[in-house]
């Protein structure tokens, strides 16, 4: 099969557009109250080490995409286990960013639309990028990413004059403790899911360092998420941050600069589309890419559109309404994912370096 | 045959939308007043306004209907009954709320302005002097073309003659749910002029949690806006005495800035007010008072801070009485002094209400606007 490659420029653009995803829109971290940035910083380096063993693996293994490293390295049996089990991390994932996009849409603005209309269009879009290959993704977020990055310097401009940040004193009120379960919180959403870039991604361009990819990634991303939590928080202040679903949209909605320059919410909106099709896409890509590793096909195209559709119902299914998706993804997903996010990388990690060295004394 | 494909999906995508309205089969709400009912029962009163007429003659006439339920989103959804059309509110301006109601708490009201998504968090809140707050959005709107609109007007361009302290929703919900600091909402009486009646804005209802507790008048939320530091102007008139001279003397506020420092001493938290105001001399009626004398200047300067501290001082003496801190000094002791903060959160009302207060104005006069020095009148 032809290794499909990424620039080191489309791979970064890519996964910053990955973390913000819907992490921009929820609110994430709010345990930590007025200390979020500090969650926010601890979280994203708690993630440096994280990221530093995906790209240690493809810096071991340069010409074999994930899944291939976790078969080469346990075997065909155990190691087609590991990619169900990860590929299902990635379905479902991809199914809860779906929903939480489903959930915005009809919150803020279509009421009375069905939310698997809006959904299955968003969908199908995904369906076709991803049957595109990862290449033309990773052109469309290099494009993209300029735009994520013009709207949130221009929203921390407009926002500068509402900013009151009496909401971040006193420092540590609470103590360490809330701040921490806040890190614990933002670190497995967003940042340990980048987990599901590394399954996706399949290889870089000659003479890119994935070290430099994911560190950079990983740094970005964190400024991008520390700024728009930090102006939501010294706009709407840390209580309704907590009690909304979306803080970001009502924080922005507040802005008004002069009667003239108002009603930017749609902003918001746009941001969280551009980076919600990135997030869906990718975790899209990297089932599809589990599914035919454990089946054993060269090319995971043909399964692009029944998996599409799989992922459109489980969305639909997987909550009753927007309260148990927000329980979900505060207070559940923390648990539930660390296995995934920490635990195996590190297995894989150790299996791998093991591995590697038995190949050479071969 | 692909291109048809497409075409034809294009076709079924792009056809209408799911959600849309028509400009006519709607009604704008532009304001909401909700009164009390019998029983349980809320009355609401909302202006809206209606297009007349088509193509370039069309008008837009401001009308008010009125219906009652037990909910706030009850009465809004019987008012179709009335006006054969669903009520659009992104446009609301302002929610009037009646002083029964807010004696009672208001938060049953806000939950419904604050969980639609329409109506927008940037909407002014009043509440009303009168006996109804459905009198208030029957007046007669002076310059503008519909009462609420006009309300709105007067809100947004308070600045100048800050009688009152506009709070627009958001602002009142994150006070609200803040600790340490009290909400405040501005109030709205009628003025009859001829024989039409006229809006007046003018002092504040402040609140303890969502109940309201009592009234400031404008003097006082005058007062209240510097230690709450808004950025206001504001007239204070004052009469000059020395040496047989009297003048009445009009400073104007043109920058204000209050800081706070509590002191603790044997468990006794004291709250140190500085408002440092620069001002400038805007009028002053008697010619042969000489500001460009320091003495004379620094004459007016202290009776301005004496003036200032006393009327400060009444002021949070009032907001005292009803375990009101709309000054917000529970939440600047949370940010000094986390740990004394902790001590007394959960009794903040009671020990706002014995907090001793040092309250310091410092005004300086900054100029005397296109005077240097007073005209000399002779024969």
Same mark, same amino acid.
């Given at each position: 099969?032809?290794?499909?490659?990424?620039?080191?420029?489309?791979?970064?653009?890519?996964?910053?557009?990955?973390?913000?995803?819907?992490?921009?829109?929820?609110?994430?971290?709010?345990?930590?109250?007025?200390?979020?940035?500090?969650?926010?910083?601890?979280?994203?380096?708690?993630?440096?080490?994280?990221?530093?063993?995906?790209?240690?693996?493809?810096?071991?293994?340069?010409?074999?995409?994930?899944?291939?490293?976790?078969?080469?390295?346990?075997?065909?049996?155990?190691?087609?286990?590991?990619?169900?089990?990860?590929?299902?991390?990635?379905?479902?994932?991809?199914?809860?960013?779906?929903?939480?996009?489903?959930?915005?849409?009809?919150?803020?603005?279509?009421?009375?639309?069905?939310?698997?209309?809006?959904?299955?269009?968003?969908?199908?879009?995904?369906?076709?990028?991803?049957?595109?290959?990862?290449?033309?993704?990773?052109?469309?977020?290099?494009?993209? %990413?300029?735009?994520?990055?013009?709207?949130?310097?221009?929203?921390?401009?407009?926002?500068?004059?509402?900013?009151?940040? $009496?909401?971040?004193?006193?420092?540590?009120?609470?103590?360490?403790?809330?701040?921490?379960?806040?890190?614990?919180?933002?670190?497995?959403?967003?940042?340990?899911?980048?987990?599901?870039?590394?399954?996706?991604?399949?290889?870089?361009?000659?003479? =890119? =360092?994935?070290?430099?990819?994911?560190?950079?990634?990983?740094?970005?991303?964190?400024?991008?998420?520390?700024?728009?939590?930090?102006?939501?928080?010294?706009?709407?202040?840390?209580?309704?941050?907590?009690?909304?679903?979306?803080?970001?949209?009502?924080?922005?909605?507040?802005?008004?600069?002069?009667?003239?320059?108002?009603?930017?919410?749609?902003?918001?909106?746009?941001? %969280?589309?551009?980076?919600?099709?990135?997030?869906?896409?990718?975790?899209?890509?990297?089932?599809?890419?589990?599914?035919?590793?454990?089946?054993?096909?060269?090319?995971?195209?043909?399964?692009?559109?029944?998996?599409?559709?799989?992922?459109?119902?489980?969305?639909?299914?997987?909550?009753?309404?927007?309260?148990?998706?927000?329980?979900?993804?505060?207070?559940?997903?923390?648990?539930?994912?660390?296995?995934?996010?920490?635990?195996?990388?590190?297995?894989?990690?150790?299996?791998?370096?093991?591995?590697?060295?038995?190949?050479?004394?071969? | 045959?692909?291109?048809?494909?497409?075409?034809?999906?294009?076709?079924?995508?792009?056809?209408?939308?799911?959600?849309?309205?028509?400009? $006519?089969?709607?009604?704008?709400?532009?304001?909401?007043?909700?009164?009390?009912?019998?029983?349980?029962?809320?009355?609401?009163?909302?202006?809206?306004?209606?297009?007349?007429?088509?193509?370039?003659?069309?008008?837009?006439?401001?009308?008010?209907?009125?219906?009652?339920? $037990?909910?706030? %989103?009850?009465?809004?959804?019987?008012?179709?009954?009335?006006?054969?059309?669903?009520?659009?509110?992104?446009?609301?301006?302002?929610?009037?709320?009646?002083?029964?109601?807010?004696?009672?708490?208001?938060?049953?009201?806000?939950?419904?302005?604050?969980?639609?998504?329409?109506?927008? =968090?940037?909407?002014?809140?009043?509440?009303?002097?009168?006996?109804?707050?459905?009198?208030?959005?029957?007046?007669?709107?002076?310059?503008?073309?519909?009462?609420?609109?006009?309300?709105?007007?007067?809100?947004?361009?308070?600045?100048?003659?800050?009688?009152?302290?506009?709070?627009?929703?958001?602002?009142?919900?994150?006070?609200?749910?803040?600790?340490?600091?009290?909400?405040?909402?501005?109030?709205?009486?009628?003025?009859?002029?001829?024989?039409?009646?006229?809006?007046?804005?003018?002092?504040?209802?402040?609140?303890?949690?969502?109940?309201?507790?009592?009234?400031?008048?404008?003097?006082?939320?005058?007062?209240?806006?510097?230690?709450?530091?808004?950025?206001?102007?504001?007239?204070?008139?004052?009469?000059?005495?020395?040496?047989?001279?009297?003048?009445?003397?009009?400073?104007?506020?043109?920058?204000?800035?209050?800081? %706070?420092?509590?002191?603790?001493?044997?468990?006794?938290?004291?709250?140190?007010?500085?408002?440092?105001?620069?001002?400038?001399?805007?009028?002053?009626?008697?010619?042969?008072?000489?500001?460009?004398?320091?003495?004379?200047?620094?004459?007016?300067? =202290?009776?301005?801070?004496?003036?200032?501290?006393?009327?400060?001082?009444?002021?949070?003496?009032?907001?005292?009485?009803?375990?009101?801190?709309?000054?917000?000094?529970?939440?600047?002791?949370?940010?000094?002094?986390?740990?004394?903060?902790?001590?007394?959160?959960?009794?903040?009302?009671?020990?706002?209400?014995?907090?001793?207060?040092?309250?310091?104005?410092?005004?300086?006069?900054?100029?005397?606007?296109?005077?240097?020095?007073?005209?000399?009148?002779?024969?």
């Amino acid at each position: 099969m032809k290794l499909e490659v990424l620039s080191e420029q489309q791979a970064i653009s890519l996964m910053v557009l990955f973390i913000s995803g819907s992490a921009v829109v929820l609110s994430i971290g709010g345990q930590a109250g007025g200390d979020i940035w500090l969650a926010v910083i601890l979280s994203g380096l708690l993630a440096l080490p994280i990221v530093t063993v995906y790209a240690r693996l493809h810096s071991l293994y340069p010409h074999y995409d994930a899944f291939q490293i976790i078969i080469v390295i346990f075997g065909n049996t155990f190691g087609r286990l590991i990619c169900l089990v990860y590929t299902w991390f990635a379905f479902h994932l991809g199914a809860l960013v779906l929903r939480n996009f489903g959930e915005f849409i009809i919150t803020v603005g279509l009421e009375e639309t069905p939310q698997l209309f809006p959904v299955t269009l968003f969908a199908l879009l995904c369906l076709w990028i991803v049957k595109e290959g990862i290449e033309v993704l990773g052109r469309w977020s290099n494009f993209f %990413f300029r735009f994520a990055i013009i709207i949130v310097l221009i929203t921390t401009a407009l926002a500068l004059p509402e900013l009151n940040m $009496d909401h971040f004193r006193p420092f540590l009120f609470n103590g360490i403790m809330p701040v921490l379960q806040g890190t614990a919180n933002v670190f497995a959403f967003p940042f340990a899911q980048t987990i599901v870039l590394w399954l996706a991604f399949s290889g870089f361009q000659k003479r =890119s =360092s994935p070290y430099r990819i994911y560190w950079l990634g990983i740094l970005m991303g964190t400024l991008v998420i520390l700024i728009i939590t930090t102006l939501v928080v010294a706009i709407i202040g840390v209580e309704i941050y907590k009690h909304s679903y979306f803080p970001a949209y009502i924080a922005i909605a507040r802005l008004n600069i002069a009667d003239f320059v108002q009603r930017l919410e749609i902003i918001v909106a746009i941001m %969280f589309i551009i980076s919600s099709f990135v997030k869906v896409s990718t975790c899209l890509l990297a089932t599809c890419k589990g599914v035919a590793a454990i089946t054993n096909f060269h090319d995971y195209r043909f399964t692009v559109t029944p998996i599409t559709l799989l992922m459109i119902s489980t969305s639909y299914f997987l909550f009753d309404d927007i309260m148990q998706m927000l329980f979900w993804a505060q207070d559940i997903w923390p648990i539930y994912a660390f296995p995934f996010q920490v635990i195996l990388p590190i297995i894989v990690l150790i299996g791998g370096e093991y591995r590697a060295k038995s190949l050479k004394k071969q | 045959m692909k291109h048809l494909i497409l075409l034809l999906i294009a076709a079924l995508l792009l056809a209408g939308c799911w959600n849309y309205r028509e400009i $006519d089969n709607l009604a704008i709400a532009l304001g909401l007043a909700v009164d009390k009912g019998e029983g349980d029962s809320y009355i609401v009163t909302v202006e809206i306004i209606n297009l007349e007429g088509a193509g370039p003659e069309s008008e837009f006439k401001p009308t008010t209907v009125q219906a009652q339920s $037990d909910t706030i %989103f009850g009465a809004i959804r019987r008012l179709i009954t009335v006006t054969g059309k669903k009520l659009y509110w992104a446009h609301a301006k302002v929610v009037i709320i009646s002083e029964e109601i807010a004696r009672e708490g208001i938060l049953p009201i806000l939950d419904f302005v604050q969980r639609d998504a329409e109506i927008r =968090s940037d909407v002014w809140l009043l509440v009303s002097k009168e006996e109804t707050a459905a009198e208030i959005l029957a007046s007669t709107p002076l310059v503008e073309s519909s009462i609420s609109q006009q309300l709105s007007q007067i809100l947004q361009h308070h600045a100048p003659e800050p009688k009152s302290i506009p709070e627009e929703l958001w602002n009142f919900m994150q006070k609200l749910t803040a600790p340490g600091i009290a909400p405040v909402i501005a109030t709205v009486g009628l003025v009859e002029q001829g024989e039409e009646k006229l809006t007046r804005i003018k002092g504040v209802a402040f609140f303890r949690r969502d109940k309201m507790v009592g009234w400031l008048d404008g003097k006082e939320s005058l007062a209240l806006s510097y230690l709450l530091n808004e950025s206001i102007s504001g007239l204070i008139v004052l009469r000059y005495e020395e040496s047989g001279l009297t003048a009445q003397i009009t400073y104007e506020v043109v920058g204000n800035k209050t800081e %706070f420092q509590p002191f603790i001493k044997d468990d006794q938290i004291t709250m140190g007010i500085v408002t440092n105001l620069q001002v400038i001399l805007a009028e002053v009626a008697n010619q042969k008072v000489d500001f460009s004398q320091p003495s004379v200047r620094s004459k007016l300067e =202290s009776d301005l801070a004496e003036h200032l501290e006393e009327l400060m001082k009444r002021t949070i003496i009032k907001l005292q009485q009803y375990n009101s801190d709309a000054v917000g000094l529970g939440s600047v002791l949370r940010r000094r002094d986390p740990e004394a903060w902790k001590l007394v959160a959960d009794d903040w009302p009671a020990v706002f209400g014995s907090l001793q207060t040092d309250i310091r104005v410092k005004p300086v006069i900054r100029a005397s606007a296109l005077v240097s020095k007073p005209i000399e009148m002779r024969d």
